[in-house]
């Protein structure tokens, strides 16, 4: 937080002609620069947006009335949200424990028109699931033979704390077809609101107009104050420390899960992120147990609001301690019927 304080004030006073003006409607020329040099892209690529889901938004403005829009099933509930209330019809390709199906949505291809694919291929929300590099290659593939556009969402990609990084689809398919958008709210702090978005050259002219017209010119100041912050040396401690608190809280909660709810429940073993996914005996509604959880003080995403099925549910192990991990398991095991048949 202190660092953080000294990064806003250092933009500032370093930069505050342009922070506290209109006119950088892509972004931070600073930060744009280093998020191209990080992603071996041209800066003009780069759009830092309000936050990623913002990117979300202007990419399906810039893609839509091209037909369908294909998501993962489940996937984040916000998109699933934006898409409903904007009408469009969707093609939901299911995700499995190695991430997005892609034999489906191969048949998905030969179904009606697709705008573009929205994936989150790494410790995806709500799931924990991370498309394995095998699909990966074929996605990158698929996407590349069918021109399909795809947004590639990768918020949790830097928040690993187990095993090894896998390439992204960006990075395999070589930037064309697909898109990438990320974040600093996973791995600095997401009240900045500093996202972004790495597109096609040809897009940015139509992107440049949406932004201009939906908030003129993003928020400068945070922008600057994260860019500070990655020139400072900082970025890198900060992410170890955020991989260290999260990995002690996914361990809470897989030793909580193993020694309360061993055979009546599977869950998912996330290497990263902030997500695993219960799938709870068929006969309980995840709502239902919501209800009865919260009175208990405690508290999960019922798999429904995400496209999962009824018996389904979302835990994070971001948000509080181990400790209190472990006693809210412990709690919600209680309410989930104790003769409910092994799944
Ligand atoms: C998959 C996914 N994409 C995007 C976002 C939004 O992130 P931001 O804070 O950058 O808008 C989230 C936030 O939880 C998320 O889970």
Redesign the pocket.
Known sequence: MTELADCAKSALERDGEVVLSYGSTLGYAPLREWLAERHSVEPGRVLV????????HFVLDAFSGRGRVLVERP??D??RKILAAAGLELGEVPVDDHGLDVDELERELDGPPASFLYT?PTF??PTGSTLSEERRRRLAELARERGLPVLE????GLVRFEGEPLPSLFELEGGKQVMY??????TIA?GL???YAIVPAALTGKLEELVASTYITPALLAQATVYEFLRRGLFEPNLERVCGLLKARRDAMLGALERELAGRVRWSRPEGG?FLWLDLPDELDASELLTRASEAGVTFVPGADFGGPPSSARLAFSFVSPAEIDEGVRRLAALVAPAAAPV
């Open positions: 947006t309000n936050g990623s889901l913002q990117a979300f996937t984040y916000r998109p989150i995806q929300n969402d990768d918020p949790y958008s990320s974040s600093f709210s996973k997401p609101r500093v996202g902030y």
